[in-house]
């Protein structure tokens, strides 16, 4: 498994990232985790989600 972790910020609010990347029998599990202020990073997950599904797609 790979992981790495970052810190973004924008507008004064700072998130903390760490994702993951793992091969499996059927391809690829990714995997990521957002710590910071609740409304940013409700408003990062769907970017984030769509970005890591076209990823391993």
Not at 16 to 26: E, F, I, K, S
Not at 45 to 54: D, F, G
């Amino acid at each position: 498994m790979r992981t790495w972790s970052w810190t973004a910020s924008a507008a004064g609010v700072r998130l903390t990232l760490l994702h993951t990347v793992q091969a499996t029998a059927a391809g690829t599990r990714t995997g990521l985790t957002v710590v910071g202020f609740a409304p940013a990073v409700a408003g990062y997950l769907p970017v984030a989600r769509w970005a890591l599904r076209r990823l391993v797609r």
